[in-house]
């Protein structure tokens, strides 16, 4: 008997599995043209954010042309926090990411909301293209415009400001505005786009919310305060929470096509650091060693905004 229960069990085991492995076959068979164009974006986050994580061991090892690499433990780490540059960088980074927080991320919230409220579908459509085109522009060629627009010589913001009594102001070589401009050119080319998210989640409230609050004697405000913003919540922890933790980040690309000479001390930030230290003086280990650490902070900040998130608004990432 204790034979016959034994043979029995496998044979059972592989009964039951045999419906669980046609239930793939026939949902691959079916899905198969999804699973082919979600391939190539999957293949990209496997090859750039999977497969570097293995090499963040480079922090902890002294590079070798030839290998195997030695391992020195925190020592890459000491030699960075012990850096004035390494706090000067990241002081640049906490208060261009402060800022950027403060006066980026509520702006297309604002957006959403006022694109909600415009009742003709034309007009709201030609708004919506002109407000997400710089979207797909470059920071090269985002760069060159606010540049011309900006230069002290002939400038157009620069004339206006003379027209008025203004004396003209070099906003891209002044350490007390460049800061500033990061701030507006990250307005003026994320606004727009970002907002289509918050749009998404205003046009998925269920619309007798707001035929009971007409009932109820609300006004347009009225109804934006306590119908659309709640209803839009979830979306805004989500995202912010996901903005803390590119905190560290403050966007490479943006900083590095708006950096010069002059205003370089003011708008360095860590990843312009991490990319100064990896590839023009080819300390490998040390640039691991800053990138781990902003991960590791972001990783934290992530953690930390979402428990909080999740006691304020009981809304989270996960």
């Keep these: 008997m204790a034979r016959m229960g034994t043979s029995s069990a496998p044979a059972a085991s592989s009964v039951g599995n045999v419906p669980k492995f046609r239930r793939l076959q026939n949902g691959a068979r079916r899905w198969w043209p999804y699973y082919v164009m979600m391939a190539p974006g999957l293949l990209f986050f496997v090859v750039w954010h999977y497969f570097p994580i293995w090499e963040a061991k480079m922090a ?37 990411s402060a800022m950027k927080i403060v006066f980026v991320f509520p702006v297309p919230i604002l957006v959403a909301l006022l694109l909600n ?17 710089p979207h797909f522009l470059s920071w090269v060629v985002i760069a060159g415009v606010f540049i011309a627009l900006l230069s002290p010589t002939d400038g157009a913001v620069n004339q206006i400001q003379q027209a008025l009594g203004f004396e003209p102001i070099s906003y ?23 907002s289509l998210l918050y749009l998404a989640a205003i046009f ?106 999740k006691r304020l608004t009981g809304k989270g990432v996960w």
């Design 172 to 194: 891209m070589t002044n350490t007390g505005t460049i800061r500033w401009v990061l701030v507006v050119s990250e307005i003026w080319r994320s606004a727009g786009w970002d």
């Design 60 to 96: 902890f090892e002294q590079v070798r042309i030839i290998p195997p690499n030695i391992w020195v433990g925190l020592k890459h780490f000491q030699t960075l926090f012990a850096s004035p540059v390494f706090y000067s960088v990241l002081v640049n980074t906490l208060i261009i």
């Design 204 to 309: 998925a409230i269920d619309q007798q919310l707001y035929e009971a609050a007409e009932m109820d004697g609300a006004n347009r405000w009225q109804k934006i305060w306590h119908v659309t913003i709640p209803g839009i919540v979830p979306t805004i922890a989500t995202l912010f929470i996901l903005n803390m933790g590119m905190f560290l980040s403050a966007d490479l690309n943006q900083v590095i096509n708006m950096q010069n000479d002059v205003n370089a001390s003011t708008i360095d930030i860590l990843d312009t650091y991490v990319y100064r230290m990896g590839l023009s003086t080819g300390e490998y280990a040390l640039a691991t060693a800053a990138g781990l650490f902003k991960a590791v902070i972001g990783m934290i900040l992530v953690v930390a905004s979402h428990l909080v998130s």
């Design 117 to 133: 409220e415009i009742r003709s579908g034309k007009l709201r459509g030609a708004i919506q293209s002109a407000i997400y085109l």
